[in-house]
């Protein structure tokens, strides 16, 4: 080996040049379209977000620089649209993470029925999520569903308040991506070592401290991965809004407004600045993921 | 022994969780519509129906969403699929420049905020003359299911035994017979898992279904389920929107059911271990 590596890599042989040739063709369209559908658009959003835009008046279309986004940043709008996103992003993924990893932990350990349970975890992961939103809406409105009833609450409007409204959609996407989050924590579990557990429980480590020192130290790099990733889908999160209150009762998140703005009342100026906030914030949570809490993304991305 | 039967109580609650929201849904769509501008609404029906189901075929608004939901999903897995495995091949047999970099572009996707697009692609699709067709939404769904096909597919070409096909051509098969003999039976069982995952991605979303549409043209289920009238203005919607969540819940229920292993495979493989 180490005669080959002191080599001089002059000459690239045809073969070599061969292989990247090919390695290139074959991941050209992938790289086409990611960069087509995705990275075009949001410049064009850059762009137009610097313009004052209605396609209802497109006449009046106007180069005003900054000032979209000076005027969302000191509307109280956007300012509680965010804290919506934020609390149902940090609720979600707090329930979940706790939650999900009980459910690891079960599917790890189970032994009879360790197939029907992987089956049923599966359904909450591939329903679609509309159709989980209505099922929630439908079990807390007041003239369809059994909660009221169950729990002796009458008449009490689950729909008609901001905190118990965020309650039904914080249920429903718990609801719905707890299983993911579970799957991805049990790959990480499986991977812990038996033998690191047998040999804490030897030295008379209590269950707590085997689980806090043992096992979450040695899946550290799956619990992070998933956190990313439930963070961000959290902070994306639009149908449940939509479905139960479309954004009533202070309920509207970023990708709501951001919906609402480009294609209900089409003032793409405006639509656009906040499309380009809500990139900028998912950018500036993945940085705090990936420098902050050092987050291991190679693993994700496979190299 | 008493300890794995606690865990298999734990499995149950575990089960109990995952399917007693179905057992509302099944519940609520076949409820007759008086059931529920009651006082006092049940969990289960005063009689049970299909008519509900029969109204929902009945109408052309659902009927055409249903289709389009088919058509759209999979033909936007079919080719993210195909274009997915040119690259996963690359990146698992191949050594070139641009792999670190074409994994991290697919990160990036994963991440990226999607209604972010919905105001440029609204704009740009109708320039284009694709907004409201099948073509506008299989465009975004090919593009957001890569990063997932890509991962889920190179993951499992990694663990494929390529040698093998050197070993069929040494023992006298042409390359080609190796390939198909060898090579397709291996790294089929990864193309299909990746493939289901996929068909759940696109079969699932709302935003760019309800952003990129405006007729049944290429409306799909999930974002018609939010424009359903009942059968008249005076009854309630909710039996027959709740008959059409569970027409596009089948298919999920299908496939989990018949794919159970693969898929846990392929999430877990995809998107943690690469």
Redesign the interface.
């Given at each position: 080996m180490s005669t080959a590596t002191n080599e001089p890599e002059v000459v690239v042989s045809e073969r070599v040049k061969g292989e990247r040739r090919l390695g290139l063709w074959l991941t050209a369209p992938s790289f086409l379209m990611m960069i087509l559908v995705t990275a075009y658009p949001l410049g064009y959003a850059v762009v137009l977000s610097l313009y004052n835009y209605r396609l209802t008046d497109p006449g009046g279309r106007e180069f005003v620089g900054l000032n979209n986004y000076w005027v969302i940043l000191r509307d109280a709008v956007w300012w509680n649209d965010f804290m919506t996103t934020l609390v149902i992003t940090v609720v979600t993924v707090a329930i979940e993470l706790v939650v999900g990893f009980i459910f690891a932990y079960v599917m790890l350990r189970i032994i009879r029925g360790r197939g029907p349970l992987r089956t049923a975890i599966l359904i909450p992961y591939g329903i679609v999520t509309v159709v989980s939103a209505f099922i929630w809406r439908y079990a807390f409105a007041l003239d369809s569903g059994f909660v009221n009833q169950w729990f002796g609450l009458t008449d009490f409007n689950w729909f008609g308040d901001r905190w118990s409204a965020l309650f039904v959609i914080c249920l429903s996407e718990i609801w719905k991506t707890t299983p993911f989050i579970s799957l991805l924590l049990l790959a990480g579990l499986v991977q812990v070592p038996e033998d690191m557990q047998e040999a804490a429980k030897v030295d008379g480590a209590t269950a707590w401290q085997r689980l806090v020192k043992v096992t979450l130290p040695n899946m550290k790099a799956a619990i992070m991965v998933a956190l990313l990733f439930r963070t961000l889908d959290a902070w994306r999160i639009f149908d449940n809004p939509f479905v139960m209150t479309r954004g009533a009762n202070n309920t509207e998140t970023i990708s709501f407004l951001a919906y609402r703005q480009n294609v209900t009342l089409v003032n793409l100026g405006m639509g656009s600045a906040i499309s380009v906030l809500l990139f900028l914030s998912v950018v500036a949570i993945a940085w705090v993921f990936v420098k902050g809490f050092k987050t291991d993304l190679s693993q994700v991305r496979g190299d | 022994m008493k300890t794995?039967r606690w865990?298999?109580v734990?499995?149950?609650v575990?089960?109990a969780?995952?399917?007693f929201?179905?057992v509302?849904?099944l519940s609520?769509s076949m409820k007759p519509p008086s059931d529920?501008?009651s006082g006092?609404?049940?969990?289960l029906p005063t009689t049970w129906t299909f008519d509900n189901f029969t109204e929902v075929f009945s109408q052309s608004l659902f009927t055409r969403a249903l289709i389009n939901s088919i058509g759209i999903a999979l033909i936007a897995t079919l080719f993210a699929v195909v274009?997915?495995m040119?690259?996963a091949?690359?990146?698992a047999r191949?050594?070139?420049?641009?792999?670190?970099l074409?994994?991290?572009?697919?990160?990036g996707?994963?991440?990226?905020?999607?209604?972010?697009?919905?105001?440029?692609?609204?704009?740009?699709w109708r320039g284009l003359g694709i907004y409201d067709t099948w073509l506008g939404l299989i465009?975004?769904y090919?593009?957001f299911a890569?990063?997932l096909s890509?991962?889920t597919m190179?993951?499992f070409f990694?663990q494929i035994p390529w040698e093998m096909e050197q070993a069929a051509q040494v023992d006298g098969a042409t390359a080609w017979q190796a390939f198909r003999k060898v090579i397709v039976p291996l790294a089929a069982p990864g193309v299909f898992t990746t493939a289901i995952l996929t068909f759940?991605f696109c079969?699932?979303d709302?935003?760019f279904a309800?952003?990129l549409t405006s007729t049944d043209a290429a409306r799909t289920?999930?974002a018609a389920?939010?424009f359903f009238q009942g059968a008249s203005q005076f009854e309630?919607p909710?039996p027959y929107?709740?008959a059409a969540?569970v027409v596009?819940?089948i298919p999920?229920?299908i496939?989990?059911?018949a794919f159970?292993?693969r898929?846990?495979a392929g999430?877990?493989?995809g998107?943690?271990?690469?």
């Amino acid at each position: 080996m180490s005669t080959a590596t002191n080599e001089p890599e002059v000459v690239v042989s045809e073969r070599v040049k061969g292989e990247r040739r090919l390695g290139l063709w074959l991941t050209a369209p992938s790289f086409l379209m990611m960069i087509l559908v995705t990275a075009y658009p949001l410049g064009y959003a850059v762009v137009l977000s610097l313009y004052n835009y209605r396609l209802t008046d497109p006449g009046g279309r106007e180069f005003v620089g900054l000032n979209n986004y000076w005027v969302i940043l000191r509307d109280a709008v956007w300012w509680n649209d965010f804290m919506t996103t934020l609390v149902i992003t940090v609720v979600t993924v707090a329930i979940e993470l706790v939650v999900g990893f009980i459910f690891a932990y079960v599917m790890l350990r189970i032994i009879r029925g360790r197939g029907p349970l992987r089956t049923a975890i599966l359904i909450p992961y591939g329903i679609v999520t509309v159709v989980s939103a209505f099922i929630w809406r439908y079990a807390f409105a007041l003239d369809s569903g059994f909660v009221n009833q169950w729990f002796g609450l009458t008449d009490f409007n689950w729909f008609g308040d901001r905190w118990s409204a965020l309650f039904v959609i914080c249920l429903s996407e718990i609801w719905k991506t707890t299983p993911f989050i579970s799957l991805l924590l049990l790959a990480g579990l499986v991977q812990v070592p038996e033998d690191m557990q047998e040999a804490a429980k030897v030295d008379g480590a209590t269950a707590w401290q085997r689980l806090v020192k043992v096992t979450l130290p040695n899946m550290k790099a799956a619990i992070m991965v998933a956190l990313l990733f439930r963070t961000l889908d959290a902070w994306r999160i639009f149908d449940n809004p939509f479905v139960m209150t479309r954004g009533a009762n202070n309920t509207e998140t970023i990708s709501f407004l951001a919906y609402r703005q480009n294609v209900t009342l089409v003032n793409l100026g405006m639509g656009s600045a906040i499309s380009v906030l809500l990139f900028l914030s998912v950018v500036a949570i993945a940085w705090v993921f990936v420098k902050g809490f050092k987050t291991d993304l190679s693993q994700v991305r496979g190299d | 022994m008493k300890t794995s039967r606690w865990w298999t109580v734990a499995g149950l609650v575990i089960v109990a969780y995952s399917l007693f929201p179905l057992v509302w849904m099944l519940s609520l769509s076949m409820k007759p519509p008086s059931d529920i501008v009651s006082g006092e609404p049940q969990f289960l029906p005063t009689t049970w129906t299909f008519d509900n189901f029969t109204e929902v075929f009945s109408q052309s608004l659902f009927t055409r969403a249903l289709i389009n939901s088919i058509g759209i999903a999979l033909i936007a897995t079919l080719f993210a699929v195909v274009v997915a495995m040119f690259a996963a091949y690359a990146i698992a047999r191949l050594d070139f420049r641009g792999k670190r970099l074409l994994l991290s572009l697919a990160l990036g996707i994963a991440m990226f905020p999607q209604a972010a697009l919905v105001g440029p692609l609204f704009n740009m699709w109708r320039g284009l003359g694709i907004y409201d067709t099948w073509l506008g939404l299989i465009i975004p769904y090919l593009t957001f299911a890569l990063p997932l096909s890509i991962w889920t597919m190179s993951a499992f070409f990694r663990q494929i035994p390529w040698e093998m096909e050197q070993a069929a051509q040494v023992d006298g098969a042409t390359a080609w017979q190796a390939f198909r003999k060898v090579i397709v039976p291996l790294a089929a069982p990864g193309v299909f898992t990746t493939a289901i995952l996929t068909f759940f991605f696109c079969w699932n979303d709302f935003l760019f279904a309800i952003s990129l549409t405006s007729t049944d043209a290429a409306r799909t289920v999930p974002a018609a389920l939010a424009f359903f009238q009942g059968a008249s203005q005076f009854e309630s919607p909710v039996p027959y929107i709740m008959a059409a969540a569970v027409v596009v819940t089948i298919p999920v229920v299908i496939l989990v059911l018949a794919f159970q292993r693969r898929i846990v495979a392929g999430l877990t493989s995809g998107a943690v271990k690469g």
